[in-house]
């Protein structure tokens, strides 16, 4: 990779902004190439070069979602659908009137590609949970086996079987995935429902094992949601043992021990809430089967007062926060289908996905050479 005239700074720099597809190809074209792609320190290069420019975040960044069946995983380009759709890209650039609430009807088909990856390494399956972080997703089967997945290098691991807990009866297991920066780790928690309590269970990357966390903590839970990921640990939406209140569990990737986020201040009882994400920020929105026109955001992550409530125009029964942003413009899922919404002029827009009626598991996930099998990059 030496060259005289050619600074490897600047190759480095260079190399960092191209798609994962055409690095991959590279790969192929000497063994100081292969290197250069697969070293850590490049990996890590690339993979923060999105989030250090937001043109590139753009153009590495996909939507996912399931069709319903959980038999396939299927990626959309959107930025790309956005920026070449006329009637989106228009709409979107429209200035906000605040006397006018946009119901339009006209539906916007985008196209999406089937991740056949993940189908042809686990046929006969159904994924039926997927989360995901920076490029790698974790998806588990109906059969309970769990894999990390990379869709972009088309690489994947299966996870060791979790191993049995020091207290032999349990309920149920829920998930998270993230990322340790204080280790450079990617982090598999298992949120383990017992009698009396709940206890945590640990895989990571860099050693390829699961390993339990030695203590019982007083929560527990009657909704099977996984863990969402904010402010450097994974969230889920509890109950105390003792006096049956709500409250949401933190538990902290770096640290591995679990605190307390308090909700709002007249919000005693959360049955009938789900714990989200809203443009970083803690949310929770209600899904009693009602139908709603508001959700709470934490605005200052762990500070109680900050609690704010957000109206929305359209009512709501189910309301999930793809992750996804543009301009002034949220991807929000009502129930099962894909609105562009905008929260300044309270405007929106139906967005369709061509032979999806429906669309479930919806999530972000960037493009990235992260690898499954370790903390190297892999095409």
């Known amino acids: 990779m030496e060259n005289p005239n050619f600074p490897t700074d600047i190759m480095l ?7 994962v597809k055409s690095l991959c190809r590279f790969r192929c074209v000497s063994k100081s190439w292969r290197s250069l792609v697969t070293d850590p320190d490049f990996v890590k290069i690339h993979l923060n070069k999105a989030f250090e420019n937001v043109e590139i975040f753009h153009q590495r960044r996909r939507l996912m979602f399931s069709d319903g069946s959980h038999r396939s995983l299927y990626s959309l380009d959107l930025d790309e659908f956005l920026n070449h759709n006329d009637a989106v890209h228009n709409y979107l650039d429209e200035k906000e009137n605040d006397n006018d609430i946009n119901t339009n009807d006209d539906d916007d088909e985008a196209v999406a590609t089937e991740l056949d990856y993940i189908y042809s390494e686990i046929p006969n399956n159904w994924v039926f949970m ?16 769990l894999y990390l997945v990379n869709p972009a290098t088309r690489k994947s691991k299966k996870l060791p079987d979790i191993p049995s807990s020091s207290i032999a009866y349990y309920y149920f297991d829920l998930f998270g995935l993230g990322f340790d920066h204080s280790t450079d780790d ?4 298992d949120l383990r429902y017992l009698k009396g309590g709940i206890m945590f269970i640990v895989y990571t990357l860099k050693t390829g094992s699961w390993r339990e966390i030695q203590r019982q903590y007083p929560y527990k839970s009657d909704l099977m949601l996984h863990g969402i990921l904010v402010s450097g640990g994974l969230h889920w939406l509890v109950n105390r043992v003792r006096g049956s209140s709500s409250v949401i569990i933190s538990f ?11 909700l709002p201040c007249d919000l005693v009882d959360a049955k009938g809430y789900i714990v989200g994400v809203f443009r970083q920020m803690l949310c929770i929105t209600r899904c009693d089967g009602q139908t709603h026109n508001e959700f709470w955001i934490m605005k200052e992550y762990g500070v109680r007062e900050s609690w704010t409530k957000v109206r929305i125009s359209m009512p709501y029964s189910l309301l999930l926060h793809s992750g996804f942003k543009r301009k002034n ?6 129930k099962d289908r894909l609105f562009m919404y ?3 002029g309270e405007r929106f827009r139906k967005l369709s996905v061509s032979g ?5 598991e919806v999530g972000i996930y960037l493009e990235s050479l992260v690898s499954p099998n370790s903390c190297r990059g892999e095409c």
Do not use: M
């Open 13 to 19: 720099d260079i190399l960092s902004r191209l798609p």
């Open 130 to 145: 997927v989360l995901h972080c920076n490029g790698l997703l974790l998806c588990q089967l109906y059969n309970w086996e």
């Open 186 to 189: 990617y982090k598999v928690v």
């Open 252 to 262: 902290d990737l770096a640290e591995e021990h679990v605190q307390e986020i308090p």
């Open 329 to 334: 413009h949220d991807l929000l899922v009502f």
């Open 342 to 344: 905008n929260f300044n």
């Open 356 to 360: 999806f009626p429906i669309v479930t």
